[in-house]
């Protein structure tokens, strides 16, 4: 008689257990703050504590916009595209006007790997629209000065 894997998606993919979930977005989070990026050794690692796959571990980080499996620069910009931002003047100005100032896309990171821009969906700051976060520090109401102040500081600093 085949027995039923209640463990497993009808698509034939795993579940993680929530609480292991819920330990594997923290062990992410601390991962990631020791290169800024999650390496396939700390994927491994990870994945090791755990009792998962690589795979496992992978697939989550590669979900979540918080956690990146590609080297970064030091100050990660994520400039919000959502409709709150797109409405009030932000997105596609702000990601342009932070661009030109660094002489990059979203995607790319500056030649002395000081800066990375990215984009994302929302950054639940939509009330204070046009928002930014760089590394953890949320900007909201940007405008051109606030965004020359907000880069004039980080370039500033050694
Ligand atoms: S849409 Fe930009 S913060 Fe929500």
Redesign the pocket.
């Known amino acids: 008689m085949e027995s039923r894997n209640v463990s497993k998606k009808p698509e034939g993919r795993a579940i993680i257990d929530p609480a292991k979930r819920s330990m594997l977005l923290a062990a992410l989070y601390v991962a990631q703050e020791h290169n800024g990026y999650l390496t396939r050794d700390a994927v491994h690692q990870v994945a090791k504590r755990l009792g998962l796959t690589d795979s496992e571990v992978y697939s989550t980080a590669s979900f979540y916009t918080l956690f990146r499996t590609e080297p970064v620069g030091r100050h990660v910009i994520q400039v919000?595209e959502?409709?709150?931002?797109y409405l009030n003047e932000?997105a596609e100005r702000v990601v342009d006007y932070v661009g030109a100032k660094l002489g990059i896309k979203p995607g790319e990171t500056t030649g002395d790997g000081r800066f990375t821009l990215e984009t994302v969906q929302?950054?639940?700051?939509?009330g204070t629209?046009?928002?930014m976060r760089v590394n953890d520090q949320l900007y909201e109401n940007l405008s051109p000065a606030s965004i020359d102040d907000i880069l004039e500081r980080l370039m500033g600093e050694v």
């Open positions: 919000c959502g409709l709150s931002c932000g929302c950054l639940a700051s939509c629209a046009p928002a």
